[in-house]
Each structure stands twice: as C-alpha cells, then as structure tokens.
C-alpha cells in the first residue's frame, strides 16, 4: 500500500500548526524533566540538570504560547 497522495489534496501545515506543535511538545518536556529531577535519588548532580532543563524548557514553552496568543488575536 503506498502513502503517497494519490492527486488528492495535500494538507497543508502552516506556522501556527508548527508553533503548535512546538508548544506542546515543550510542555512535555517541562513536565518529564520535572518529574525525572525529582525522582533521581542517587545522582543529585543529574537531578539538578534535570531540574535546570526544565525551568529552561518552561521558557521556550511559554514564548511560543505567547506566540499562539498573536496568531488567535489575529483570527
């Protein structure tokens, strides 16, 4: 079977799509590195890198929610 288009319409993916996913997949992020730091008991030195990735990783998600703000205002 193949998965090719057939001549049918292709879907588009636009920016906000992306920023979307974006977005999301930050907020996993945030919430794995946040779960791993505080579940890490034998390697204190990796939970705080886990902890520091999630507080960095708080920031991405929270610029491209922002950035889903101006797309919607903009709807």
């Not at 990796?46 to 950035?67: G, L, M, P, S, T």
């Amino acid at each position: 079977m193949s998965c090719q288009n057939g001549g049918e319409k292709p879907i588009i993916v636009s920016t906000r799509d992306r920023v979307m996913r974006a977005w999301e997949n930050s907020m996993e992020l945030t919430r794995d590195f946040e779960m791993y730091s505080k579940e890490i008991h034998d390697a204190p030195e990796v939970a705080k890198v886990f902890a520091d990735f999630a507080e960095e990783e708080c920031v991405h998600a929270a610029r491209f929610r922002e950035i889903l703000h101006k797309y919607q205002e903009n709807m």
